[in-house]
Structure formats: structure tokens, C-alpha cells
């Protein structure tokens, strides 16, 4: 769900970015038919998603958001830190977010034989609405958080959190920036040896 944060954080490598936008798609053992790189892109989301779930940035992001929202205060953040990357693009990434963008696209094409169904049937509207580059647009968080909400099993609120992102915008941001350094710090260590 928080495509861009796991694809900037994989680097310049395109097996590495693979592995990292198919890590909501691929449960369980990762499958040894993947390449190295792609396995280790896997391995690397599931290490930066488990990263957040300790971390204080994130923890800190969860808890100003109203309890009502209970558990899917995970999935707002990881929206929310998605926004917040798209609006400060220029400050993490020497490319503009939309050269970013169009060249990831072109390398799903390149990688379409290794893609789990779910993410190969995403891949032509992801490409066609530009979402790595619509997130800086708080209706487009909106409509995420909305679709979202209608594909959860049991009824939640998660289709009215972008009021969330309204009301706590600047502090989220802060988290986000923080999470965003202890992140990059952490997968520096994970590829360090790579």
C-alpha cells in the first residue's frame, strides 16, 4: 500500500525494486524461483513493514490518529507517509517524482513474468492514473483510503481517515521524516553486504 516509501527505500536496483513493490502480494515462504535480487526485495519489505510496527515515529503517527480507527491506523500511516514522500520528493531523490515514476513503469513491464497476480493486475491502472506520482493529492489518499475500506472483510472507518491527515498533518510529516532516516539508516545495514 505504501508503494513509493518501499521503492525508494530499495534503491537504484530494478530486482530490488520488484521485490520491494510485490511485498503485499506475496505471502508466506518467499518462493525460491525468484531471483536473488527479487527475494531479497521481498525480504527487505517484510524487514522495513515489521521496522514500522516498532518504531516511535510510527507508533508516535498511529496514536494521533483518532482511536475509532482502531487497527487500520497502520494502513493511514503507511498512506499518509506515502503523501508525505510525493510532496518532498525533491529532497530524497535527485529525479523528479515524475521521471521516478515513468521509469519504475517501465521496469514492471521489463519484470511482468516475475509479478504475483494481484500486483500484474494493479500494474496497467497504477501506470495508467500515475499513482506514485498522484499521492502528492490529498483526493487521491482520500480515494485510497476509501478503496481500501471497501475491500476489508468487516466494516471500518478507514474511508473517512484523510480527516486525519487534515487535522495532524504537521506532525505526521515530522514522524514521517524521522521514520524516513532510521529507515534509510536500517536498510543501509540490511544491503550493506548485498
Known amino acids: 500500500m505504501n508503494y513509493l516509501v ?17 511485498g503485499d502480494f506475496v505471502k508466506g515462504p518467499i518462493p525460491g524461483h525468484y531471483p536473488d535480487k527479487i527475494r531479497l526485495g521481498l525480504q527487505l ?6 521496522l ?15 482511536s475509532r480507527f482502531g487497527h487500520v491506523r497502520s494502513i493511514m500511516v503507511d498512506i499518509f ?10 529532497a530524497y531523490h535527485a529525479d523528479s517524482l515524475e521521471v521516478y515514476a515513468k521509469d519504475f513503469y517501465l521496469t514492471l513491464q521489463e519484470y511482468d513474468q516475475w ?19 498522484a499521492y502528492r ?9 476509501q478503496h481500501l475500506a471497501s475491500r476489508l472483510s468487516r466494516p471500518t472507518p478507514l474511508g473517512e481517515g484523510v480527516t486525519e491527515l487534515y487535522l495532524h498533518e504537521a506532525e505526521l510529516r515530522e514522524d ?10 536500517f536498510v543501509g545495514s540490511k544491503l550493506k553486504t548485498v
Open 176 to 185: 514521517f521524516e524521522g521514520f524516513m532516516v532510521e529507515a534509510k539508516s
Open 52 to 66: 514500522a510496527q516498532t518504531s516511535r515515529y510510527c507508533r508516535n503517527s498511529r496514536q494521533r490518529l483518532h
Open 6 to 22: 518501499h521503492l525508494y527505500l530499495a534503491g537504484k536496483n530494478p530486482e530490488l525494486q520488484i521485490g520491494s513493490i510485490m
Open 45 to 50: 519489505h517484510r524487514q522495513i513493514d515489521s
Open 81 to 90: 507517509y506515502d503523501h508525505f514522500l510525493a510532496n518532498q520528493w525533491p
Open 137 to 145: 493529492e490529498k483526493p487521491t489518499v482520500e480515494r485510497a483510503l
Open 115 to 133: 509479478l504475483p497476480e494481484g500486483l500484474a493486475r494493479i500494474v496497467p491502472r497504477m501506470t495508467e492514473r500515475n499513482w506514485l506520482v
